[in-house]
C-alpha cells in the first residue's frame, strides 16, 4: 500500500462537504491523501492512535478541520513532529470566529498553520500542503506553478459587461 502523504481529519461527519475540498484539490494534483472523522474530544485515544501511526508510516502533513472548541489540530500536532494545517469550520453558533480562535491561539512550542474559515479555508490547506511537498518534488512544483498560471489567465481573461 503507498503512503499517505497528507492525511485529512475531521471532528465530525457533518465537516465532510468543507474538507472534501482539500481532499477535491490534493487529488487533482495526484497527491495522496486520506480523509478521517476523528475526534479530539469524542474520540480522544483513536485520534492519538491514528496520528502516531500515519507519523511513523511517513505521512507529511495533517489538516485538521473542526469547529466551535477546535482542539483536533492542536492535539495532533502535540503528537506528531509533522507539519499540521487547522482549518476553522464555520459550522457553529459564532460563524467559525471560535474555531478560529482555537485552532490558531497554539501555546509556543506547538505549533498549528491557521487558514481561513471554512471552504475557502480547506482548499487553502491543501495548496499549503502542496507547497510544503513541493519543496522536495519537482514535478509538484512545475504543478503549482501552471496551477498559478491558470489561475491568473482566468481572471485577466475576465470580461464584465455593464
Ligand atoms: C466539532 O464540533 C466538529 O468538528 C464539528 O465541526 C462540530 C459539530 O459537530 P457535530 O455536532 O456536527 O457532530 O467537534
Do not use: W
Not at 471532528?11 to 495522496?32: H, N, Q, T, W, Y
Not at 503528537?79 to 474555531?99: E, K, N, Q, R, Y
Not at 491561539?105 to 474559515?117: H, K, L, T
Request: net charge positive; aromatic share 4%; charged share 20%.
Amino acid at each position: 500500500m503507498s503512503t499517505v502523504l497528507v492525511a485529512i481529519m475531521m471532528g465530525s461527519e457533518s465537516d465532510v462537504p468543507i474538507m472534501s475540498e482539500s481532499a477535491r484539490l490534493l487529488k487533482d494534483f495526484g497527491v495522496s491523501c486520506e480523509m478521517r472523522v476523528l475526534s479530539a474530544h469524542r474520540t480522544p485515544k483513536e485520534t492519538v492512535e491514528y496520528v502516531e501511526d500515519v507519523s511513523r508510516k511517513g505521512t507529511k502533513v495533517f489538516i485538521c478541520g473542526a469547529g466551535g472548541s477546535a482542539a483536533l489540530a492542536g492535539v495532533v500536532s502535540a503528537h506528531t513532529h509533522v507539519p499540521v494545517i487547522g482549518v476553522p469550520i464555520d459550522s457553529m453558533g459564532l460563524g467559525g470566529l471560535d474555531s478560529l480562535l482555537s485552532t490558531v491561539q497554539m501555546p509556543p512550542g506547538v505549533p498549528v498553520a491557521g487558514v481561513a474559515i471554512g471552504k475557502p479555508g480547506a482548499r487553502n490547506a491543501a495548496l499549503l500542503a502542496i507547497r510544503i511537498l513541493a519543496l522536495s518534488d519537482k514535478l509538484l512544483e512545475k504543478k503549482l506553478q501552471d496551477y498559478r498560471h491558470a489561475q491568473a489567465e482566468k481572471i485577466l481573461k475576465t470580461k464584465v459587461d455593464f
